[in-house]
C-alpha cells in the first residue's frame, strides 16, 4: 500500500507520452514566441482574397493578406474600371447570394466614404425561345424579384429606341443591375481591413503551403524564401488556383484560365449622354449563340463598353493581350441592335483581363481537404461573372475558415467533390446558353 505522499509524487512523474506531449507545447510555445503566428492567411489579393481578409480582420482574426504582384495589379481579373452586377441568373441559386452583396457593397461604401457601385436597370435579351433566359424569368421569381417582360412594340417605353429587338426576341427588365469599379472596389476592401488591423503584403509569390506539425497550422512559403505560420488559410489566386493546388497537393480542380477581351465602342455624336446611368441606361446582356454583355457609358465619357462572354484558354503566363476572339459576330449584334447609334465598325479601345472557368460555370468554394482537413479553404473558379458576388463569397470563406461552416449559403453547388461524380460538374437544364456570365 502506498502512502498518499508516495502517490502524489508518483502522478507528478510524467509518463513519457505526456512528456512528449509537454516537449511539443514547450517547443510550440517557444516558437510562437519567436516568429508571428496568423489566425488566417489569405493568399491572392484579388476581389475576393481582398474581401476575404476584409471579413476575417472585421471578427478579430490576426490576418496576414499575401499578393504575389503589386497591390491592384492588372495581370488578374478583378482589374479595370468596370464590372456589371445583375440579379439575373438562369440558375435559381445566385439571385439570393447578389442580394446579399448588394447589402454588403453597400456597408463597404459607407464605411469608407466613397462610390463604387452605381445602380441602373438591368435588362437581359434574347430570342423568346431562349431556354436561358426563359429559366432567367423562372428564377427572378422564384427569389421575389419584380421582371417587365417587354417585346419590340412595347421596347419603347422602356429605353425610348435606343435599342432595337427583333420580332421572336423578348427583354427581360429589373431593378437590380449596375456598374461596379473593379480597381477602386478592390482598394476600398484592402483598406478597411488594413482599417480593421489585417497585414498586406505584395510582391510575395507563394510557391507551397504545408502542413505544419509543431503548431498544428499551416506553414506558407515565398519564392523569396520567407515563410508565414497560420492556424487557417485561404486560397483565392483566380486563374493561378488550379496549377498552385496542383502542386501543393495532386489534387486537380478543373479551373481552366482562359485569355478575355473587353472592347469599348463609340456612341455617335450628340447621342452620349442618351446612353449614361443619369438617362436610365441599362447594363444588358443578350442571350442567343453568344453572350453578349455590355454596361452603359461610364468610364470613358462618348464610349460604350459591349463585350462577347468568354475567350482563349491559356496560362496566366502565356497571353497575347490582342483580341482572343473574332469580333465579326459582336460587330454584326451592335449593328442590329443600336443601328448607327454605335460605331460598329471598329472598337475603340480593347483591354485583356483573365476568366478562371469550371465545366459548369459554377463557383468552387470549399475545405481543400485531404491532409488540410479544414485548415485550407479554397475560393475560385469564378467563371467570368463572379465580382458582383465579391462581398458575400468574402464573408462565406471567413465563415468556413473561422466557424467551418456557414449559414449564408447553401454551398452544394460549389463543393469541389461534384466534379468527381459527373466531369461537368453541375447539370443545368437550360443547355442551350453557357450557364452564366458578367
Ligand atoms: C473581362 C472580364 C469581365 C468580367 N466582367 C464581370 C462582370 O461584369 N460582372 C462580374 O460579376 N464579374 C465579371 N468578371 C469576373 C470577375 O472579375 C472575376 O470573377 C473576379 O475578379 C475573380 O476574382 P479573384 O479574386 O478570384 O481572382 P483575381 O482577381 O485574379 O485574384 C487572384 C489574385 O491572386 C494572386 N495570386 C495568384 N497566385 C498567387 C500566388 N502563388 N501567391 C500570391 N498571390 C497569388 C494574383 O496575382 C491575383 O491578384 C469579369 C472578368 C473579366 C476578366
Redesign the pocket.
Known sequence: MLTPQLQKLISSVPSPTQKTEQTQTKKRKKMEKSIEIFDVIV???????SCTAYQTSKRNQKTLL????DFL?H????HGES???RATYPEDYYPKMVLKSETLWRDAEEQIGYKVYFKTPQFDVGPSNNKALQAVISSCEKNSIPVRVIDRNTMFQEFDDLIQLPDNWIGVVTEYGGVIK?TKAVSMFQTLAIKNGAFLKDN????EIKKDSLTGGVLVMAKNGEKFCGKKCVV?????MNK?VRNMTGVVIPIQPLE???VYWKIKRGYESKFTIGNGFPTFASYGELYI?GTPSLEYPGLIKI?IHGGRPCEPTDRTWAPTQSLDPLKKWIQEKFGDLVDSTRPVVTQS????VTPDEDFVIDFLGGEFGDDVVV??G?????????PIVGKILSDLVIDGETKDVELMHFRIKRFEKNSKGNLKNFDDQVSSS?
Open positions: 493568399i491572392g489579393a484579388g476581389i475576393m482574397g499575401l499578393e504575389q504582384f495589379h495581370l488578374g481579373s478583378s464590372r456589371t452586377i473593379p510575395m509569390e507563394v510557391v483565392t489566386v483566380g486563374s493561378w498552385l478575355a477581351t473587353v454583355y463585350s483581363c483573365m476568366y478562371s475560393g475560385g469564378f467563371s467570368g461573372h463572379g465580382f458582383k458576388m465579391g458578367h
